[in-house]
Structures are given as structure tokens and as C-alpha cells.
């Protein structure tokens, strides 16, 4: 019997949750998608500090003579999700989602400046907009910068999605894509009313997608959903037939070893038969709707800091390393002190572990370094993840 991967695969396309390049290699997904605190965490490995010193230098070079490295950071983060992009392009077949600055979820013109620079940067390398989604935050105003970019050709995947308004707005905008987090939802519900598990055919991020998926196929949008920040294999399943799931590389690895009859649960023909009734959403209702709904505003507000958090970990661990590279005796260091610090910039009460709501912005990097899986982070996990570079003197 073929594996629950394989018989995904004939049904839902698979993309890679993640920026390491050698699991997008190993399970060889149709699209990759990324965000800072994946890129941090694989920046972090050995294999990718070429490509994190090159595009530091570069952009040391550019920034000019007074830039401090605070500022040549901020100017790397951008070229380095785009070099970390071009890369994984090179190996998978489809698109790569690149995000924009969480910090400006808020603001339209400058997310909708901050993408065209993306998409200029990926055009120098020779990739064109068709391989390159902008990842928003599903904000009022991040789905109205979404909604000008389509129309420049500009392709978005609108993300931190959590309620059937923003999903509506997005549809009505013209986005290409959407991707409501699954394992989120769950998050909170599970915190919210104290139960500790929901079975995969009741649990709440999973009758969210659902709904958003029948909704979309009834009325014929053309915006694709695409599944996220799964907890575990029981969720994949239960969606089973959406547009696209995008998969930790461990999740994907039980789907990979794992036999067993996989039957759709998603289908457009089924949702095309349901009694639906079609809403319209504009700025007022959509705030309305948003404000009403205590899960969604909580962990959309939640999110953006947490990946704003992550963007600040990453730029301040960039100017560590910029500061290593231009050292007066022009070598580099290699004492631990050097190292970028994962742990420290995460274990924000100092308690010696990392949570889940302290690592915030990074699902699918920490599902994969939570070994034991009880929901937090040691550093004997990090160093057991990442290697012994970045063990820790104490916490």
C-alpha cells in the first residue's frame, strides 16, 4: 500500500514548511514557503552560513561606509529570504512564498512597496513573479495591499488566517493564495476551554479550513487555500483534498513511513451541493466580524508580534555575525560566544526552556526540535537540532 504521502500527493499539492534546503530535498515538495524564524533557524546551520555571510557582505557593500550594522541587517533580511528563495527554487518545481516585514501588517503602501522590491530582486536573478509569492499578514490592510499587487501581476499568499471574514476579504481582493493556521486554532481553543484534545474530525482548525474551502469552491473563487501550522498527522488527513497543505518536515515524515488508506474529505463537487449563503465584506463588516471573533483578533495580533519578534531575533543575530566578518584581523571567530544564540534570543522568563508561545512565529522549526514533544524547548533539543555549535554555556 502506497504511504499516506503518496496518496496526498494525488490529491492536495504538498509544500514544504520550512528553510532547510535539505529537507525540501528529501521530500522534494511542488512549492516551499518560509518565514524569518525558519530562515533564522536554518541560517543557524553550517551548511547555510555561506550563503548568510555572502548576502551580509553584499549588503554591507551597498548600505555604504556609515551604515552601522543594525541598519545592514535590516537590508540583509529582505536579500536574504530572497538568496534562501532562490535557492530552494532550484530545487523544487513550483512557487516559494517570501515574506514581507511583519512590522508592516498595518500599513498598505509600505507593504506594497516592500513586495515590488522582493519580486525586483528575484527578477535580477532571473526568476519571474509567476515562481514567487508575497506572504502577507491577513490584516484589512494587508489584504488591500494584496489586492493592488494581483492586479500588478504580483501573486500573494495572505497568511495568519484564522476567521471566514478574512478569508472572504481575500477572495474578493483577487489573492492567489491563502493559508488559515490549522494547529493555531487548535492552540487556542484547547486553552480556551481546557480540553486537552479534540479529535481530527472536531478539531476547530480543521472545521475552519473546511469551511473556508466549501465556501470557496461553491462560489467559484479562484483564490486557493492552503492549510498551515499543523500539530499532527490526524489534521493533514481530515483535509485531505484541499487546494494545497504546507507540512513540516516532520510531519511529513510520519505521512512518509506511514501506510494506511487516506480517502478525500475535501472535494469541490461535494461543496458545490451545500447550502451556503454568499457574503460580501467591506472594511466596516470585515472589523465588525473581526472584532466579535476573540479567537481570531487574539492570535492575529499574536502573530504579528511573534513574527515581528522573530524578524528583531534575526536582524540582531545578523548584526552579530556582520560584526565576526569585519573584525579589524579580518578573520572570523570561532569561539561559542560568536555563535548566534537561538536559545537565549527565544527563553524570554530565563526559565531554562523554550514554549511555544515564547518561540511564537516558528511552527514548523519548533515541531521539529521538540523531540519529546511536550510542547517546549530544552537546549539539550536545540543542540541535539542544530548541532553542537549552538549549545549553550547556561540558561
Same mark, same amino acid.
Given at each position: 500500500?502506497?504511504?499516506?504521502?503518496?496518496?496526498?500527493?494525488?490529491?492536495?499539492?504538498?509544500?514544504?514548511?520550512?528553510?532547510? +534546503?535539505?529537507?525540501?530535498?528529501? !521530500?522534494?515538495?511542488?512549492?516551499?514557503?518560509?518565514?524569518?524564524?525558519?530562515?533564522?533557524?536554518?541560517?543557524?546551520?553550517?551548511?547555510?552560513?555561506?550563503?548568510?555571510?555572502?548576502?551580509?557582505?553584499?549588503?554591507?557593500?551597498?548600505? #555604504?561606509?556609515?551604515?552601522?550594522?543594525?541598519?545592514?541587517?535590516?537590508?540583509?533580511?529582505?536579500?536574504?529570504?530572497?538568496?534562501?528563495?532562490?535557492?530552494?527554487? #532550484?530545487?523544487?518545481?513550483?512557487?516559494?512564498?517570501?515574506?514581507?516585514?511583519?512590522?508592516?501588517?498595518?500599513?498598505?503602501?509600505?507593504?506594497?512597496?516592500?513586495?515590488?522590491?522582493?519580486? $525586483?530582486?528575484?527578477?535580477?536573478?532571473?526568476?519571474?513573479?509567476?515562481?514567487?509569492?508575497?506572504?502577507?499578514?491577513?490584516?484589512?490592510? #494587508?489584504?488591500?495591499?494584496?489586492?493592488?499587487?494581483?492586479?500588478?501581476?504580483?501573486?500573494? @499568499?495572505?497568511?495568519?488566517?484564522?476567521?471566514?471574514?478574512? $478569508?472572504?476579504?481575500?477572495?474578493?481582493? #483577487?489573492?492567489?493564495?491563502?493559508?488559515?493556521?490549522?494547529?493555531? +486554532?487548535?492552540?487556542?481553543?484547547?486553552?480556551?476551554?481546557?480540553?486537552?484534545?479534540?479529535?481530527?474530525?472536531?478539531?476547530?482548525?480543521?472545521?475552519?479550513?473546511?469551511?473556508?474551502?466549501?465556501?470557496?469552491?461553491?462560489?467559484?473563487?479562484?483564490?486557493?487555500?492552503?492549510?498551515?501550522?499543523?500539530?499532527?498527522?490526524?489534521?493533514?488527513?481530515?483535509?485531505?483534498?484541499?487546494?494545497?497543505?504546507?507540512?513540516?518536515?516532520?510531519?511529513?515524515?510520519?505521512?512518509?513511513?506511514?501506510?494506511?488508506?487516506?480517502?478525500?474529505?475535501?472535494?469541490?463537487?461535494?461543496?458545490?451541493?451545500?447550502?451556503?449563503?454568499?457574503?460580501?465584506?467591506?472594511?466596516?463588516? !470585515?472589523?465588525?466580524?473581526?472584532?466579535?471573533?476573540?479567537?481570531?483578533?487574539?492570535?492575529?495580533?499574536?502573530?504579528?508580534?511573534?513574527?515581528?519578534?522573530?524578524?528583531?531575533?534575526?536582524?540582531?543575530?545578523?548584526? @552579530?555575525?556582520?560584526?565576526?566578518?569585519?573584525?579589524?584581523?579580518?578573520?572570523?571567530?570561532?569561539?561559542?560566544?560568536?555563535? !548566534?544564540?537561538?536559545?537565549?534570543?527565544?527563553?524570554?522568563?530565563?526559565?531554562?526552556?523554550?514554549?511555544?508561545?515564547?518561540?511564537?512565529?516558528?511552527?514548523?522549526?519548533?515541531?521539529?526540535?521538540?523531540?519529546?514533544?511536550?510542547?517546549?524547548?530544552?537546549?539539550?533539543?536545540?543542540?541535539?537540532?542544530?548541532?553542537?555549535? !549552538?549549545?549553550?554555556?547556561?540558561?
Amino acid at each position: 500500500m502506497a504511504s499516506l504521502l503518496e496518496q496526498l500527493r494525488q490529491m492536495t499539492v504538498v509544500v514544504a514548511d520550512t528553510g532547510d +534546503i535539505q529537507a525540501i530535498e528529501k !521530500f522534494t515538495p511542488r512549492d516551499a514557503t518560509t518565514n524569518p524564524s525558519l530562515i533564522t533557524a536554518a541560517a543557524q546551520m553550517p551548511q547555510y552560513q555561506a550563503i548568510v555571510d555572502d548576502t551580509l557582505l553584499k549588503a554591507k557593500a551597498d548600505a #555604504g561606509e556609515g551604515a552601522s550594522d543594525k541598519d545592514v541587517a535590516n537590508l540583509a533580511f529582505n536579500r536574504l529570504a530572497v538568496a534562501f528563495g532562490h535557492k530552494i527554487l #532550484g530545487i523544487i518545481p513550483g512557487r516559494v512564498s517570501t515574506e514581507v516585514d511583519a512590522r508592516l501588517s498595518y500599513d498598505t503602501e509600505a507593504t506594497v512597496s516592500t513586495a515590488r522590491d522582493i519580486i $525586483a530582486q528575484y527578477d535580477k536573478l532571473g526568476i519571474t513573479p509567476e515562481r514567487v509569492l508575497i506572504k502577507i499578514a491577513s490584516t484589512w490592510e #494587508g489584504i488591500k495591499a494584496a489586492e493592488i499587487l494581483e492586479k500588478e501581476g504580483i501573486h500573494c @499568499n495572505l497568511t495568519l488566517l484564522f476567521g471566514i471574514h478574512q $478569508a472572504i476579504a481575500c477572495a474578493e481582493a #483577487g489573492t492567489t493564495l491563502i493559508s488559515p493556521f490549522v494547529g493555531r +486554532i487548535l492552540d487556542w481553543y484547547k486553552k480556551d476551554t481546557g480540553r486537552e484534545e479534540y479529535p481530527a474530525p472536531e478539531d476547530p482548525g480543521v472545521l475552519s479550513v473546511t469551511e473556508i474551502y466549501n465556501y470557496y469552491k461553491k462560489f467559484g473563487y479562484k483564490t486557493e487555500v492552503m492549510g498551515a501550522s499543523f500539530r499532527n498527522v490526524g489534521e493533514i488527513t481530515e483535509l485531505a483534498g484541499c487546494d494545497l497543505l504546507t507540512i513540516s518536515p516532520q510531519l511529513l515524515a510520519k505521512l512518509d513511513e506511514t501506510q494506511a488508506d487516506l480517502p478525500r474529505k475535501l472535494d469541490p463537487d461535494k461543496a458545490a451541493s451545500l447550502d451556503i449563503e454568499q457574503s460580501s465584506i467591506d472594511e466596516a463588516t !470585515f472589523r465588525a466580524m473581526h472584532e466579535s471573533d476573540r479567537m481570531a483578533t487574539e492570535k492575529l495580533d499574536e502573530g504579528i508580534k511573534g513574527f515581528s519578534k522573530a524578524l528583531e531575533t534575526l536582524e540582531g543575530l545578523l548584526a @552579530n555575525r556582520l560584526t565576526q566578518l569585519t573584525e579589524s584581523t579580518g578573520t572570523t571567530s570561532t569561539a561559542r560566544d560568536d555563535q !548566534f544564540d537561538l536559545f537565549r534570543a527565544y527563553d524570554l522568563d530565563g526559565d531554562g526552556f523554550i514554549t511555544r508561545e515564547e518561540w511564537l512565529g516558528t511552527d514548523a522549526a519548533f515541531d521539529a526540535l521538540d523531540l519529546d514533544h511536550d510542547g517546549k524547548l530544552s537546549s539539550s533539543e536545540i543542540v541535539a537540532g542544530l548541532g553542537p555549535a !549552538f549549545e549553550v554555556a547556561s540558561v
